[in-house]
Nanobody, 123 residues
Framework: VQLQASGGGLVQAGGSLRLSCAAS????????MQWYRQAPGKQRELVAG???????NYVDSVKGRFTISTDSAKNTGYLQMSSLKPEDTAVYYC??????????????????WGQGTLVTVSS
């Protein structure tokens, strides 16, 4: 059971990237998930979250530029990032509770982190 983050890379300021977070061995609980980031020398911060009802929230610094979404059919979450700035440079992590079937009529719910994907924005 794991979350696999991908899509990071090097991009110029003003550019765009889309991060993906694929769940395997389990399914997102209610299609809810979060994206965090950690820049060098800084604490990890919550960037965006989406709830089971589809409600989204963003840190002020990315509002209007980033969009979080999930696709239940693909069991994957996304973070679309646009108008990127050098200060967006960080390792981005996805986080979610995954429901894992343990028997024909029972599940466990466990929180997982993706391994992180590096986003570098050059000025």
């Amino acid at each position: 059971v794991q979350l696999q983050a991908s899509g990071g890379g090097l991009v110029q300021a003003g550019g765009s990237l889309r991060l993906s977070c694929a769940a395997s061995g389990g399914v997102f609980n209610g299609n809810a998930m979060q994206w965090y980031r950690q820049a060098p020398g800084k604490q990890r911060e919550l960037v965006a979250g989406i709830t089971s009802t589809g409600s989204t929230n963003y840190v002020d610094s990315v509002k209007g530029r980033f969009t979080i979404s999930t696709d239940s059919a693909k069991n994957t979450g996304y973070l679309q990032m646009s108008s990127l700035k050098p200060e967006d440079t960080a390792v981005y992590y996805c986080n979610a509770d995954l429901r894992v079937r343990t028997s024909s009529n029972s599940w466990t719910l466990t929180n997982y982190w993706g391994q992180g994907t590096l986003v570098t924005v050059s000025s």
